[in-house]
């Protein structure tokens, strides 16, 4: 599912109406049709459809002719005067007219009460009043209306986009309509990702129009969000004459006193993803207690100058940052990694926060380098509020990730990966997985991908999607899932992708 903003969608539209020739009712009627298949006129006999005067309106009142073909109790509202119809919800408006199908018009209060009535007696509400268009905030009858319908309708669809949201902030414009379902078409749309949209939005369907698909490469479409036949489509079948060797070396560099957990579960996450050779490079302190733990790992101490050296200079990737410490030491680690190494190299946690008043050196790196922030890391190094990260995540990760020619993977609900070109959104993962440790194991997940031969960018996306993979399995049975169950789970999680 590619995403697109509001003024996005319209120059698409545009150009399969002026270039292509196809007329704006042929994509009208699409829309009402993919609509129709997402009723169930099965269960459902009595509908409310509630219209504006845009084309939005125009989609509601071709589905308010569908569902009359099939023999559908109707009570058909527009809000507004018929003099303000644009042409092609006029046209339609004519032809319910023309087989004398009745349509009631809302200018005010009075006629408000005939809505709530016909809602109280519908068994669905259909909102057709808003499309992508609407930019300001909802007041007088519009208001009014939705608010009837979010009172008293027992189950609403919405046409596009939820009447009242922002398509492309996710903002609620003074009110909105409530959905249980929303029927979207061609592309997903940019608000539909702002933490709660999914409050108003309920289910999204995205259903496809007849737009042809080389638009996107046209309108240069390229941010999507990530869903289970790509990732399967990411993971091949192992060749049966590999062997270790052939899929990579990792070195995790992790760990300090109090925080062995934060080595062992992104070491221990990168053996079990599948990586050939794992190595754990820790402080000489904490070796031996993750030595007699990490049964499959290799591990290193800091002190070990020479064999640090070598098999830093060996790796096929580097994560670095896991349970370090936010302090000087660290620092100094991460800066010299960035430096000296010449692999792609994964920065998580403390290596993350000690980049702070530093970005700069991310600009020395010699290869790829993943950054994996969660909200309260990157506010901290970039300055920017976690309030306001949160409301704007897709364009702060970009313009990041723009800026310092990294790819990153900005954690949380709907995780937004980036490389400054593309944006990739990730869907799995839940609630369930809110316990420490979580984000050392991506860590180990990402890099262990590396390794085994995945571009940086891929490797990132496809270690969210399994990382959120294994906790949605396992949250199917477990009230809370942990580190540890997602560290077990990782090598049948992909098993079952891949198949």
């Known amino acids: 599912m590619k995403i697109v903003t509001a003024q996005k969608m319209r120059e698409v539209d545009k150009f399969c109406i002026e270039n292509l020739g196809i007329p704006s009712m042929v994509l009208m009627e699409n829309a009402a049709l993919k609509a129709l298949n997402n009723l169930d006129t099965e269960k459902y006999n009595s509908f409310t459809i509630v219209c504006g005067t845009g084309n939005n309106g125009g989609d509601g009142l071709a589905l308010a002719r569908h569902l009359f073909i099939l023999g559908k109790k109707l009570s058909i509202f527009i809000i507004g005067e018929e003099d303000s119809l644009s042409k092609d919800c006029r046209a339609n408006y004519n032809i319910l007219l023309n087989m004398n199908l009745p349509v009631s018009f809302i200018?005010?209060?009075?006629?408000?009460?005939?809505?709530?009535?016909?809602?109280?007696?519908?068994?669905?509400?259909?909102?057709?009043?808003?499309?992508?268009?609407?930019?300001?905030?909802?007041?007088?009858?519009?208001?009014?209306?939705?608010?009837?319908?979010?009172?008293?309708s027992s189950y609403t669809i919405s046409i596009d986009v939820p009447s009242g949201?922002?398509?492309?902030?996710?903002?609620?414009?003074?009110?909105?309509?409530?959905?249980?379902?929303?029927?979207?078409?061609?592309?997903?749309?940019?608000?539909?990702?702002?933490?709660?949209?999914?409050t108003y939005t309920g289910e999204i369907v995205i259903e496809n129009i007849g737009i042809p698909n080389f638009?996107?490469?046209?309108?240069?479409?390229?941010?999507?969000?990530?869903?289970?036949?790509?990732?399967?489509?990411?993971?091949?079948?192992?060749?049966?004459?590999?062997?270790?060797?052939?899929?990579?070396?990792?070195?995790?560099?992790?760990?300090?006193?109090?925080?062995?957990?934060?080595?062992?579960?992104?070491?221990?996450?990168?053996?079990r993803c599948g990586a050939g050779l794992v190595t754990l490079c820790c402080p000489e302190n904490i070796q031996d207690i993750l030595s007699i733990k990490l049964v499959e790992a290799m591990t290193v101490s800091f002190k070990n100058k020479d064999k640090l050296n070598e098999i830093l200079g060996k790796s096929d990737v580097i994560a670095v940052g896991p349970g370090m410490g936010n302090n000087e030491g660290t620092s100094k680690i991460v800066a010299d990694i960035i430096r000296h190494t010449n692999c792609p190299v994964v920065i998580d946690a403390d290596g993350i926060n000690v980049l702070k008043n530093n970005l700069d050196i991310l600009k020395l790196k010699n290869n790829k380098i993943v950054l994996t922030p969660h909200?309260?890391?990157?506010?901290?190094?970039?300055?920017?509020?976690?309030?306001?990260?949160?409301?704007?995540?897709?364009?702060?990760?970009?313009?990041?990730?723009?800026?310092?020619d990294v790819i990153l993977l900005l954690k949380g609900y709907n995780t937004v990966i980036t490389d400054g070109k593309t944006v990739v959104v990730n869907t799995t993962g839940n609630s369930a997985m809110a316990s420490?440790?979580?984000?050392?194991?991506?860590?180990?997940?990402?890099?262990?991908?590396?390794?085994?031969?995945?571009?940086?960018?891929k490797?990132?996306?496809?270690?969210?999607?399994?990382?959120?993979?294994?906790?949605?399995?396992?949250?199917?049975?477990?009230?809370?899932?942990n580190a540890a169950d997602i560290i077990e789970k990782i090598p049948f999680a992909i098993k079952e992708l891949q198949s």
Do not use: W
Not at 169 to 194: D, H, M, P, R, W
Not at 463 to 477: F, I, M, N, P, T
């Open 107 to 152: 200018k005010n209060s009075h006629d408000i009460e005939k809505l709530q009535e016909a809602i109280k007696e519908g068994e669905v509400t259909v909102d057709a009043i808003f499309g992508t268009g609407i930019s300001r905030d909802i007041k007088g009858i519009y208001e009014e209306a939705i608010r009837a319908i979010n009172d008293i």
């Open 165 to 198: 949201l922002n398509s492309d902030s996710g903002e609620i414009l003074g009110c909105c309509v409530t959905a249980n379902k929303t029927i979207s078409f061609q592309f997903y749309k940019k608000g539909f990702l702002k933490y709660g949209a999914d």
């Open 215 to 271: 638009l996107e490469d046209e309108f240069s479409i390229n941010d999507f969000i990530l869903d289970i036949n790509r990732v399967r489509k990411l993971i091949p079948m192992r060749e049966k004459y590999l062997h270790k060797g052939d899929l990579g070396r990792v070195s995790i560099v992790a760990g300090s006193i109090g925080f062995t957990g934060a080595a062992f579960i992104s070491t221990q996450s990168a053996v």
């Open 375 to 404: 909200l309260g890391e990157m506010s901290r190094v970039t300055g920017i509020s976690i309030d306001k990260i949160e409301k704007n995540r897709i364009e702060i990760a970009k313009l990041f990730s723009r800026e310092y």
């Open 436 to 457: 420490g440790g979580m984000g050392d194991s991506l860590t180990g997940i990402i890099a262990s991908f590396i390794a085994q031969g995945f571009e940086p960018f």
């Open 459 to 481: 490797a990132a996306y496809l270690g969210a999607y399994v990382h959120g993979y294994c906790g949605d399995r396992l949250s199917e049975s477990k009230f809370s899932v």
